[in-house]
């Protein structure tokens, strides 16, 4: 097992929100982000990656899920075992589910309180005109 492997950023988080036109206005009018918005959940984009926060239409203000990233394949596969090792159950989804999480590879597990752990690599490119509206709506 590869014990260098760890963990390098916060990738993401889910959360779900009881009124997304609320979480809406305070993201797009206060936070001055950028978002997609649809009947279910609301994709957040703070940065060049897709989606770094999804509200998920629910009956609680809360979080759901949280992403981290690794460096490479090779790097959670790593992590993933150091966690079997230790008792924690995990699950590498398929690339079709990871695409969904706008990640290339994907490990889901779960803390020792119960929240879903994402451990992740390989966030896919943005698309370029993002960074040019970003800097035009500055």
């Known amino acids: 097992t ?8 916060l990738s993401y988080l889910g959360v779900h929100g009881k009124d997304l036109d609320a979480w809406q206005s305070f993201l797009t009018g206060v936070l001055g982000v950028s978002s997609k918005q649809s009947d279910t959940d609301l994709q957040v984009r703070f940065d060049e990656q897709e989606t770094r926060l999804r509200v998920i239409k629910g009956d609680t203000n809360d979080i759901q899920y949280a992403g981290y990233e690794v460096d ?67």
Do not use: C
Request: charged residues 20%.
């Open 72 to 138: 490479n394949e090779e790097n959670l596969l790593a992590v993933k075992a150091r966690l079997d090792e230790m008792g924690y159950t995990t699950e590498l989804v398929d690339k079709a589910q990871a695409k969904e999480y706008g990640v290339i590879g994907l490990v889901k597990t779960h803390d020792p309180d119960g929240l879903e752990i994402h451990l992740v690599y390989g966030s896919f490119p943005t698309n370029p005109s993002y960074l040019q509206q970003a800097s035009a709506d500055l």
């Open 2 to 9: 590869n014990t260098a492997a760890t963990v390098s950023n």
